[in-house]
Structure formats: C-alpha cells, structure tokens
C-alpha cells in the first residue's frame, strides 16, 4: 500500500474520535515518519473558538511525545474521506516540525510543504 493510502486508512479510522460540536467538520490527519511509524490527531473544538485544536497540531503533539523520526507523509481528510489542505495555521506549524519535501495529499495529487507554504518563515529567519 503506497503510504498516502496507508495514512488515509489511519485517518479514517481516528476520524470518529474528532470532536466537532460547533462547526460539524471533524477532521483527522495521519503521517508516516522516516522510521515507518504512522502519528495521527484529530481535531478537538472548544466553545471559544480561538482555542480549538486542529486535526495536524494534534497529530504533532502525539508525534512530538513518541520521539517520532522526521515524518515524510501526511493525510487530512473530512468526514467524507475527503483530501484537504492545512490551513494556513496548521501549514506554518507544520513547517516548524516537518521537511519542506514533506508529502502532502491533496485531491489533486501529493504536493510538498514547500509547495503549500512557499517562501516560509521559520526558525532559521531568527538566526543572527
């Protein structure tokens, strides 16, 4: 199984756990890391908005516990199974934590980090 496949399956079966009372938009991500682990979160609302979880900042919290090796791959998906993009959010924060050759599914096909977040800013834009 190719391992967008792998982590769409691992989506789908995290996706029941969303908790999305407000917008009625569960959303689930998985990724593979360079040692074959597969991480996955799902996204938890709150009734202030501002403080709701998404579905990539959980998956990397669970991937940040587990020491996980560099992830590789990453899947978001919506009720339906859907590919979705992070948001811009969830790209920045992505960006801290993966490769810019992160690959990425998209209902056009897999695209890279760098490609979703061109020109980013990051860790190395606060070295002297």
């Known amino acids: 199984m190719a391992p967008h496949e792998q982590l769409h399956a691992a989506a789908l079966e995290a996706l029941p756990r969303a908790y999305a009372p407000y917008s ?15 991480h996955t979160g799902i996204n938890i609302e709150n009734a202030s908005y501002g403080l709701t979880q998404c579905a990539e900042c959980s998956m990397l ?7 996980g090796a560099p992830l590789t791959h990453l899947v978001c998906i919506n009720r339906r199974g859907d590919y979705i993009t992070p ?21 056009n096909g897999p695209v890279t ?3 979703l977040l061109p020109a980013a800013f990051g860790p190395h834009n606060l070295e002297d």
Do not use: F
């Not at 009625?24 to 597969?38: F, S, W």
């Not at 919290?61 to 020491?67: D, G, M, V």
């Open 87 to 107: 948001c811009g959010r969830c790209r920045q924060v992505l960006y801290e934590h993966a490769a810019p050759t992160l690959s990425i599914a998209t209902a």
């Open 113 to 115: 980090l760098d490609e």
């Open 61 to 67: 919290a669970s991937w940040r516990l587990a020491a």
């Open 24 to 38: 009625n938009y569960p959303v689930a991500a998985a990724a593979l890391d360079a040692a074959g682990t597969v």
